[in-house]
Structure formats: structure tokens, C-alpha cells
């Protein structure tokens, strides 16, 4: 009855947002996770699942979303109800495995494509096969709802391992599947690709997830978060790219701090190395670090790494 009601309202929150969107109005996360009672990190999961769908939701700032220009559900000869139950769907046949996931993609794109010549297309990333489905998911996902501990085998570059984990949450990052766990008498994130779990043996014991998880997944924006919010970071970023980071969250705690005259912005976050350090990768030579000189310097050794024919050693 608990499950049923949940899907309930995820279903009805769904068809909040879209009669929003379809009216040409504008969705803004805060104000839905107030009229919801749940976290904002939960209603952006909502307006991810809508691109995922092929719904063009944009953002506008950050945490404001609409749709994009032109488009509305009159288009696909979709109602708003039957829109956030494909959207509700999609998610569901993704947790079952490939064979359901792959028959709803089919069903889906015939849904979808109403008109041959349609003007709107999305692109999403495509995922291997073998991540589509979670190996001992029922078990795992016992083990989070009950705080019960687990030993997992898993697979490392060493061969095969052991490891008596704390499991906190079942995660999705960029279509790949996580286990996120704390090793057993450590205060640490630890994640595991799904894929590389072998074996999964349940504990008759329990432990307390930390009171800090909701907030740490709130704020991350890529699989490399951590408990820790980690240092000041300031970056610049030039003129052409700048509207990209006006419109979109690519750093934890992003903050513009200084828009210069010649149009470049100057960039705050609180991250650990690793949280951005493949974000920055991706955006040279229109990113620049500020600060901290350490961050800088690390970023300067991998590009030399790369240009003298090495291979980058990215560290923790």
C-alpha cells in the first residue's frame, strides 16, 4: 500500500510539472518541492526522467526549467496525464532489466513519433547493455531500506575481492548503475559499478546511515562526490562559453560571483579535485582555475602527462 501510494504521488507530481511546462509556463524546483514535501534533488530526478522521455525541458537559471520554445504536448497528440505516466513507465522498465527496458523503448518511440517530420530531437547517451541491469537488486535494495550490512564480491583490477560494506543508497549517474556504500568501520563513500559485483551475501547485522547523505546527494553533480564538501574553488570562464554555466549546474554549489565587461564570469563551488577536475578537462581552454594554485598545477600535470605520450595518473 506504502509502494502504491508513493508511485502515486511521483505520478501526480509528474503531471504538476507538465501542465506547467505545456502552458508555456516555467517549473521552478523549489517551489514544487515545497508543494510536495520532498527534496529539491528529488524534483530535479523528476525533470531529468522528462528529458529522458524525449520531453526538451530546458533550464532557464538555476533550478527555473521550461519547455523549449515552440514545443508543447498538443505537438506528440499527448494529454499531460498521458505523458507522466510514459515518463513514470520508462523509469519503471528500466529497473526491470533489458529485455522490458529494450520493449519499452520500441513502444515508446512509436508513441512518440507521431509525426514523421517531427522538428524537436534528443539525443541521449547511449548505455551499454550489460550496465542496464543491477545484479542482486532486490537484495541490495532489502539491505538499504533495512540498514543490513552485506559482503559483496567484487571485481578489481587485483581479480576478485571481498569487501563487508555498509549499503546506503542504489545510484544513477550519466545512465551508469552505482552501489554506494560505506566500508564496514570506516566513514567513507565508497561506489561500485554494478556490473563488477559477482557475489552478494546479506549480514544479520545492522548499522546507522549517516545523517549527512540526503544533503551530500542533494549537492553532487557527477559519481566523483564525497562526504566532504571539499575547498574553495574559483574559476574563470571565458565569454563564449559562459551562457552554458549561466544555464546549467555543472559544479556542486555553483555560484557566479563577478560578471566582467567583456562578457567572461568568474566561478565559485566547494568541491573535492575529483568533482571537477573532469568538468574543467572538458572546457579548456574556455575554463581557467583561479584558485587554489594546487588545483591549477594538478591540471597542468595531466595535460603535460598527455602531451608527452603518458598516461594521466588522476589520483584519489
Not at 108 to 136: G, I, Q, R, W
Not at 158 to 176: A, D, M, Q
Not at 230 to 245: P, Q, R
Not at 281 to 288: A, G, K, S, T
Request: hydrophobic share 40%.
Amino acid at each position: 500500500m506504502t509502494k502504491n501510494k508513493s508511485y502515486d504521488k511521483k505520478i501526480f507530481r509528474l503531471m504538476t510539472i507538465l501542465n506547467k511546462l505545456n502552458g508555456g509556463g516555467q517549473v521552478r524546483t523549489s517551489e514544487i518541492a515545497k508543494e510536495f514535501n520532498v527534496s529539491i534533488r528529488s524534483v530535479q530526478r523528476d525533470i531529468e526522467l522528462l528529458n529522458q522521455t524525449q520531453f526538451p525541458v530546458v533550464s532557464l537559471e538555476k533550478g527555473v526549467y521550461s519547455f523549449m520554445e515552440g514545443f508543447s504536448l498538443k505537438k506528440m497528440m499527448l494529454t499531460n496525464e498521458e505523458a507522466s505516466l510514459l515518463a513514470f513507465f520508462h523509469e519503471i522498465a528500466d529497473s526491470l532489466g533489458k529485455s522490458f527496458s529494450e520493449s519499452f523503448r520500441s513502444l515508446e518511440s512509436k508513441v512518440l513519433a507521431s509525426e514523421e517530420d517531427s522538428p524537436f530531437y534528443v539525443k541521449l547517451p547511449e548505455t551499454n547493455a550489460h550496465m542496464k541491469n543491477f545484479p542482486f537488486l532486490k537484495e541490495l535494495e532489502k539491505a538499504v531500506s533495512d540498514s543490513q550490512k552485506v559482503v559483496i564480491k567484487y571485481e578489481t583490477e587485483k581479480g576478485i575481492e571481498e569487501f563487508k560494506l555498509c549499503p546506503l543508497k542504489i545510484i544513477n549517474f550519466e545512465g551508469f548503475w552505482y552501489l554506494l556504500a560505506m566500508p564496514d568501520g570506516k566513514r567513507a563513500f565508497w561506489k561500485f559499478r554494478s556490473e563488477k559485483i559477482k557475489g552478494l551475501e546479506m549480514l544479520s547485522e545492522n548499522f546507522d546511515p549517516p545523517r549527512s547523505l540526503k544533503s551530500v546527494l542533494d549537492r553532487s553533480v557527477n559519481i566523483w562526490f564525497n562526504e566532504q564538501p571539499g575547498e574553495k574553488i574559483i574559476l574563470e570562464i571565458d565569454k563564449a562559453s559562459a551562457h552554458y554555466f549561466k544555464k546549467k549546474v555543472y559544479f556542486p554549489d555553483q555560484r557566479i560571483v563577478k560578471t566582467k565587461k567583456d562578457g567572461s564570469i568568474v566561478l565559485e563551488t566547494y568541491a573535492n579535485f575529483n568533482e571537477v577536475i573532469r568538468t574543467i578537462m572538458h572546457w579548456i581552454p574556455d575554463v581557467r582555475v583561479i584558485s587554489p594554485k594546487t588545483l591549477d598545477q594538478r591540471i597542468k600535470e595531466l595535460l603535460n602527462a598527455y602531451l608527452k605520450g603518458g598516461k594521466p595518473r588522476w589520483g584519489k
